[in-house]
């Protein structure tokens, strides 16, 4: 069966500091990968996907992921943190999109 | 298009009451899934359904619970009787075929007392 996990349940980080949060998925074939962000209060958005080819993916906000077949991992990244991306990040495997545990960003100022 | 639609945004009910919460996924996807949220276990797949038709409800509570998609624009998720421990936020969400990524709700904040 699919699975996937998020080692990190809390990270602090300093604004402007660089961030990774970390995924391992569990999958006989290649996956296909998510990244969503929930903000409080809010239902979750996509933030980038990953089917095939280019390992490196961009999403939104500025956000990109990595797919490393060889350590079963999507970690996500951004260069520099903004205060507006304290939120819960969740990492997904289809196909029946079960979700990891999540992982919560605070930033400091 | 208006995004997946879920009513209501907040309910309040009391122990052993009736509950049902209501979904619309956004037009012409194919797939339409339940999730409830907790601090204490997270973001849980109760139910999904392809083509209005349950596909794994393997994740479902228990019998109190219960899921109709009675046309391909309209899902319910019900809870009878109603318990303090159903508490909880519950998302809905849809996607079109193939592997593309999922559409969320705002979700339903459910508290029963």
């Known amino acids: 069966a699919q699975s996937v996990t998020q080692p990190d349940i809390h990270i602090t980080v300093s604004e402007g500091a660089s961030l990774e949060l970390r995924c391992n998925y569990s999958y006989g074939a290649t996956p296909y990968l998510f990244w969503y962000v929930q903000s409080p209060g809010q239902g979750l958005q996509l933030l980038l996907k990953?089917?095939?080819?280019?390992?490196l993916v961009q999403g939104i906000k500025g956000f990109e992921a990595e797919f490393k077949r060889s350590q079963s991992s999507f970690n996500l990244r951004k260069p520099s943190v903004h205060w507006s991306d304290a939120a819960e990040y969740f990492c997904?495997?289809?196909?029946?999109?079960?979700f990891g545990a999540g992982t919560r960003l605070t930033v400091k100022p | 298009d208006a995004g997946v639609i879920q009513s209501p945004r907040h309910e309040v009910t009391e122990m052993g009451q009736e509950v049902t919460l209501r979904c619309k996924p956004i037009s012409g996807h194919d797939y339409l899934f339940w999730y409830r949220q907790t601090m204490m276990r997270g973001l849980e797949l109760l139910i999904y359904?392809?083509?209005?038709?349950?596909?794994?409800d393997s994740g479902m509570p228990e019998d109190r619970f219960s899921a109709k998609m009675p046309n391909a624009s309209f899902s319910t998720l019900k809870i009878q009787p109603s318990e303090p421990r159903d508490s909880a936020v519950y998302f809905c969400?849809?996607?079109?075929?193939?592997?593309?990524?999922?559409?969320f709700g705002p979700g339903t904040r459910l508290t029963v007392l």
């Open positions: 990953y089917f095939s080819g280019d390992t």
């Open positions: 969400a849809s996607k079109g075929q193939g592997a593309g990524e999922q559409f």
């Open positions: 359904f392809n083509n209005n038709v349950p596909i794994d």
């Open positions: 997904a495997v289809a196909a029946d999109m079960r």
